[in-house]
């Protein structure tokens, strides 16, 4: 099966698993994060329009540059919606916590933030891997572009939950097993980064980053099982895949929109991160000069 028939098959999918929700299941319930997902099927079907049959043809940077440009407007005006509409129902329409009160609000940012640093370092991860293993140059790439993002999340996500924790615990930072490994992300982010910087070759730069990455995944799952493993003072998951949300509707609503938000918005500033990673590398390639040319033109 070709690229672009496996993006157009995904698609469909989440949109016809989004329509069935709204008419079958859900209804007016959850109505924005179903209309979302319905959005989100919708570009990826139009995306599949950019890619070739080939598989293989998009591993190439001069042929990824042009259709990383065609696609970022499309997941920024996605993630624009999504974050105007997801902090309306957080901050205006869900309601105030009976035990938290207003204080709480502050979970739809934080949980996504957390969420998405360490998403994204996996993504990073496996990008990092798959150009260790398979000598890809635009692999190796996509780990470069995409940790200047996970380390602002995660920054995002410990500063919010410092924030958070004042209130909550009376202090802003305890050496919590979820806080310190949380911490220990941003470290690794920030230690890929300056260790690829380090390195005047690029190759040599993307094979000893791959390794940190490659180790530092060990960090994810012991941040996800941390409250499990052991006696914290941060809560447990928001939301439990296994089990029905126990917060009120709009509430759960509002976290996965923000998500969905971050989401459409990391993949935005990857691409085009990836782009000007792509056009500094590739500077003395005949087709950076011909593009130059007709820009100038």
């Given at each position: 099966?070709?690229l672009?028939?496996i993006?157009?098959a995904?698609?469909?999918?989440i949109a016809?698993t ?7 299941t ?11 997902l ?7 079907m139009?995306q599949?329009?950019?890619?070739s ?10 042929s990824?540059?042009p259709?990383a440009g065609?696609m ?6 996605l993630?624009a ?14 309601p105030t916590?009976?035990?938290q009160?207003e ?8 949980v996504?933030a ?5 998403v ?7 990008w990092?891997?798959?150009g ?5 140059k635009?692999?190796a790439?996509?780990a470069?572009?995409?940790?200047p993002t996970?380390a602002?999340f995660?920054?995002?996500a ?5 924030l958070?924790g004042?209130?909550m ?14 911490l220990?992300?941003?470290f690794l982010?920030l230690?890929?980064?300056?260790l690829?910087?380090s390195?005047?070759?690029p190759r040599k730069?993307?094979?000893?980053g ?10 994810i799952p ?11 003072l ?10 029905a ?7 759960f609503?509002g ?6 938000a971050?989401w459409m ?12 990673i792509i056009l500094?590398r ?7 000069k ?5 820009e100038?033109?």
């Open positions: 099966m070709s672009k028939k993006i157009f995904l698609g469909l999918i016809l989004a329509a069935t929700l709204i008419f079958f859900h209804g007016l319930n959850y109505i924005g994060v179903n209309v979302a319905l959005g989100l099927g919708a570009v990826l139009r599949s329009a950019y890619f049959d080939n598989f293989y043809q998009h591993a190439s940077p001069q990824f540059y259709t065609r970022i407007p499309w997941f920024a005006w993630a919606v999504l974050v105007i509409y997801g902090l309306y129902i957080s901050f205006a329409i869900a916590d009976f035990q009160g204080a709480y609000r502050i979970i739809f940012v934080h996504p957390a969420w998405m640093s360490m994204i370092y996996l993504a990073m991860a496996f990092a891997g798959v260790l293993a398979l000598n890809s635009l692999s790439m996509m470069q572009a995409l940790a996970g602002i995660t920054l995002l410990l500063v919010t939950g410092s958070w004042k209130p615990w009376g202090t802003y930072w305890v050496w919590d097993a979820r806080l310190t490994s949380e220990i992300l941003l982010y230690g890929f980064m300056a690829q910087a390195i005047d070759d730069a993307d094979r000893a791959a390794l940190l990455a490659l180790v530092g995944a060990v960090n012991i941040i996800y099982f941390s409250v499990k493993w052991w006696n914290t941060h809560q447990g998951s928001s939301i439990n895949m296994g089990a949300p126990k917060m009120a509707a709009t509430m609503e976290m996965i929109l923000m998500a969905l971050f918005y990391t993949i935005a500033v990857a691409l085009i991160r990836v782009r000007c500094e590739e500077r003395n390639a005949g087709w950076v011909e593009l130059s040319v007709k100038i033109a």
